[in-house]
């Protein structure tokens, strides 16, 4: 069962096009991050949300963390071919552990130039 | 400062043999975390060390699998007999304290049984 569905999976795109990708719950999370995975390494931090309806902006990146914090969205304003890689959400389940991360499956994101 | 540092990068063993798998966290970090993904499938949680007591384990898979925080420095993660469908990536994360909400992955040791 996955309890972070995130999409899209595949996303190919030219610069300068806009993309939005969402991750949706059943499940509250109490806390959530957007993470950026480069081949050969580990997921690095973007953003963490934390209150319902969180908006945050990263340059050119916009999350949103959804009022009830059962999803989150992340949007990408005029991709360019450095945006290309992999895009995890990850969150904590209300009441779980406070280690405990539950991650999506991720956005390969390709921006061609 | 020093990121979290795993070893080997990459291990090729074969089915039944043992295999240990090393993490250093970032110095001074209480939290350190076991994450593993699969292939096709999300990135799951494994265990989690506050200094050198398991805070949760819940995510390990069975009794194959042994992990170690000695001193609450460097933790060790230990399969054996290692199976197939252990192969993956192995990632180690380590952060300061529980507010710190996100965490600092190492590059992940990527485990191929065969």
């Known amino acids: 069962t996955q309890l972070l569905e995130q999409s899209p999976q595949f996303l190919s795109i030219q610069e300068g096009e806009n993309l939005t990708v969402y991750c949706n719950s059943s499940?509250?999370?109490?806390?959530l991050q957007w993470y950026r995975q480069e081949p050969g390494e580990g997921p690095v931090l973007l953003v963490t949300v934390v209150t319902g309806g969180e908006v945050k902006k990263l340059k050119r990146l916009t999350f949103q963390f959804g009022d009830a914090r059962k999803d989150s969205s992340l949007h990408i304003t005029a991709a360019q071919p450095g945006d290309t890689g992999l895009y995890l959400c990850a969150g904590r389940i209300m009441g779980t552990s406070y280690g405990k991360l539950t991650f999506g499956q991720g956005t390969i994101l390709t921006v061609h130039p | 400062e020093a990121g979290v540092t795993q070893f080997p990068s990459h291990s090729v063993i074969e089915k039944g043999q043992t295999v240990t798998l090393r993490c250093d966290p970032i110095?001074?970090?209480?939290?350190l975390y076991w994450y593993r993904r699969v292939m096709g499938k999300e990135i799951k949680f494994l265990l989690h060390f506050v200094k050198e007591s398991k805070q949760d384990e819940s995510g390990m898979p069975n009794n194959r699998f042994l992990a170690e925080r000695t001193g609450g420095t460097y933790s060790t993660l230990k399969v054996q007999p290692a199976e197939l469908e252990d192969s993956g990536v192995y990632f180690c994360?380590?952060?300061?304290?529980?507010?710190?909400?996100?965490?600092?992955f190492g590059s992940g040791t990527r485990l191929t049984v065969v």
């Open positions: 110095s001074g970090h209480d939290n």
């Open positions: 994360a380590s952060s300061q304290d529980r507010l710190n909400y996100g965490y600092t």
């Open positions: 499940s509250v999370f109490s806390s």
